[in-house]
């Protein structure tokens, strides 16, 4: 069964430094790859996705992600983290077609000032 | 703007009560799920269903039901709520098709139930 691993369960950065948030796949055929995020007391919301078209994936809020099928990695940086950035990220993982996703345990982000 | 609403953003509810979580969506889509979330563990699929009156069971069904009667509306019932099913509950919905128009899904902003 098609799995992420999000290593970390807290990251903290201070207001301007890089973001990285760690996601590992599972998975023996390519798969659809997505990071969501969720603001406190909201649902969660798209930040970008992968689908093979290419490996660097651009999102909304200045995120992107890289696909890395030689180590099956899937990490999403920010270059300059921004206070409004805090709030709790999630990898997950499709293996094709229309079959529900599988979420990763999640990343709390914290930003200090 | 696509909406996908939950009816109650917070219950408490005692144990043994049946207890209904209802979620509508504006965008007709055809797929709509129920994830529960707990600290440390993620979401965790529930059921899903992928048309009307269509249901399939997700990691985690045990002591839930579902109801899909009409297209936009996505019912979870708690036939007997247990202290165990205390969680943030929720609803999302997508397209069908391509993993590109699946894998986007749009959520509500979460029902949190306390079961006393």
């Known amino acids: 069964a098609q799995s992420v691993t999000q290593l970390g369960s807290h990251v903290s950065v201070s207001e301007g430094a890089l973001v990285l948030l760690r996601c590992n796949y599972s998975?023996?055929?390519?798969?659809?790859l997505f990071w969501y995020v969720q603001y406190p007391n909201q649902g969660l919301q798209l930040l970008l996705k992968?689908?093979?078209?290419?490996?660097l994936v651009k999102g909304i809020n200045g995120f992107e992600a890289e696909f890395k099928k030689s180590e099956t990695s899937f990490h999403l940086t920010k270059p300059s983290a921004h206070m409004s950035d805090a709030a709790e990220y999630f990898c997950?993982?499709?293996?094709?077609?229309?079959?529900?996703?599988?979420f990763g345990k999640g990343t709390r982000l914290s930003v200090i000032a | 703007d696509v909406k996908v609403t939950q009816s109650s953003r917070y219950l408490v509810k005692r144990t043994g009560e049946k207890v209904f979580l209802e979620c509508v969506q504006d965008?007709?889509?055809?797929?709509m799920f129920w994830y529960r979330q707990d600290p440390g563990l993620g979401l965790r699929l529930i059921y899903f269903?992928?048309?009307?009156?269509?249901?399939e069971k997700g990691d985690i069904p045990e002591g839930y039901s579902v109801s899909r009667e009409k297209k936009e509306r996505f019912s979870l019932i708690l036939e007997s709520a247990s202290t165990n099913q205390t969680s943030m509950y929720l609803c999302?919905?997508?397209?069908?098709?391509?993993?590109?128009?699946?894998?986007?899904?749009?959520f509500g902003e979460g029902s949190r139930l306390t079961v006393l």
């Open positions: 999302a919905s997508s397209l069908s098709g391509h993993v590109e128009n699946t894998g986007e899904l749009f």
């Open positions: 998975s023996s055929v390519p798969p659809y």
């Open positions: 992968y689908t093979s078209a290419a490996t």
């Open positions: 997950a993982v499709s293996p094709s077609g229309n079959t529900p996703l599988v």
């Open positions: 965008m007709d889509h055809e797929n």
């Open positions: 269903s992928y048309d009307v009156k269509m249901k």
